[in-house]
């Protein structure tokens, strides 16, 4: 276990580095807490309702929370843009509430004004209360508990009470549904970075004293393999320990089989490391190339806003990642899904990790090695 043990203290020697991309989800979303929390100064919304339901009321209500929301007139909201008495407007349809009961997709009709940029914290209000108000739709059994988790997510507490057999719990949306998404695109960015120790040592020639020492080529690779995933695993249950103890974020309903989960996308993360350190020619061009692909990744999976905020055609895109289906999947077993909910999502990652390993394999990370 030489190489097992020898890989810790490389990683240690890292020192700043290696701690921030092992705390990369917790300190992202501290910053995202600071930044909503007090400091913000609300816009301007101007809102037509032509839905008049209890959903859209909600709706209204939540964005009152930060933001100074008036009723209009479809017509006047252009002409309150104009003037700068509002920044945003939105049109609620007839027929909203119905749409999301029977999970259909029915647009709200935004208004942006002179400075659109200003209207993203409304739209990230938005978003979430869509996305809070879907999972409601899914998980209620009546009209009495649909209605209930409206005016919970109405009072700015994006919560609801999810009711399987002897099963009933309260959980915050916005704080793990964030957490997942930092978690996600922090693994990423771990795995890439441990895995990087691989090209250092074929930078060293460490392959080449290999071939003449007692430890073969195939115990170097599965002892840095395992050492990568024991460091992977470990980031899951340091953000846990957190996100719970400390930020007292609700980890669902099952913490183990979230976690089981995130073990498997942990495997997913190592492939996919190994996949960009078998294409990169030296560490440097590993780390420009884990930015150039991470990023959009998390941003088309839904890890740094809800899915459902994208277009169309984004959300077509996102079904091709594995950020998409790691998130979709951690974020049901949050709100209760069973095995086999999240068994479509258990195989498609599984593929992706076939996938990346057979990319390292064939390229020059570990074909290559025994040259």
């Known amino acids: 276990m030489s190489i097992f043990i020898s890989n810790f ?41 032509y839905d008049n339901t209890q959903l859209s009321k909600a709706l209204i209500a939540s964005l009152e929370e930060e ?30 509430k119905n749409s999301i009961l029977a999970e259909e997709d029915m647009s709200l009709t935004a ?8 209207a993203m914290t409304a739209e990230m209000t938005i978003q979430n209360f869509i996305s809070g108000a879907k999972n409601i739709a899914k998980s209620a059994e009546d009209w009495q508990q649909f209605n209930k988790g409206m ?20 959980i915050p949306l916005w704080g793990i549904f964030s957490a997942i998404g930092f978690l996600v695109m922090g693994m990423l ?17 460490t392959f080449n004293r290999i071939a003449i020492s007692p430890l073969s080529i195939k115990s170097y690779m599965l002892q840095n393999l395992l050492s990568f995933w024991v460091i992977s695993l470990f980031q899951v249950l340091l953000t846990f320990v957190i996100l719970s103890q400390i930020f007292n974020i609700n980890l669902g309903q099952s913490p183990f089989m979230l976690y089981a989960f995130f073990a498997l996308f942990s495997v997913v993360s190592l492939a996919f490391g ?22 959009p990744m998390a941003m088309l999976g839904g890890a740094l806003w809800p899915y459902e905020m994208m277009p169309q055609v984004l959300q077509q895109i996102g079904l091709f990642l594995p950020t998409y289906w790691a998130i979709d999947g951690a974020n ?6 069973t095995f086999m909910e999240i068994l479509p999502n258990i195989i498609v990652l599984t593929l ?14 570990l074909s290559n090695i025994e040259e």
């Open 332 to 337: 049901q077993i949050v709100i209760g899904a």
């Open 67 to 96: 933001n100074n929301v008036m009723l209009v007139n479809e017509r006047e909201i252009q002409s309150h843009l104009v003037r700068r008495e509002a920044d945003y407007g939105i049109v609620i349809p007839k027929g909203y």
């Open 352 to 365: 992706f990790a076939i996938v990346f390993f057979l990319i390292g394999a064939k390229k020059k990370g």
């Open 9 to 49: 203290k490389r990683l240690k020697r890292k020192g700043k580095s290696f701690i921030y991309m092992l705390l990369f989800p917790i300190i992202w979303l501290t910053v995202i807490s600071l930044i909503f929390s007090g400091s913000f100064q609300g816009i301007n919304i101007a809102v037509v309702d």
């Open 274 to 295: 190994i996949a960009i350190t078998s294409v990169s020619k030296n560490v440097a061009q590993t780390d420009v190339l884990a930015n150039f692909l991470i990023v």
């Open 111 to 118: 208004y942006k004004g002179i400075e659109p940029y200003v």
């Open 151 to 170: 005016e919970e997510l109405g009072s700015g507490n994006y919560s609801y009470t999810i009711t399987r057999p002897e099963q009933s719990e309260e």
């Open 189 to 205: 960015f771990l795995a890439t970075s441990t895995t990087s120790l691989i090209m250092e040592d074929r930078k060293i020639l």
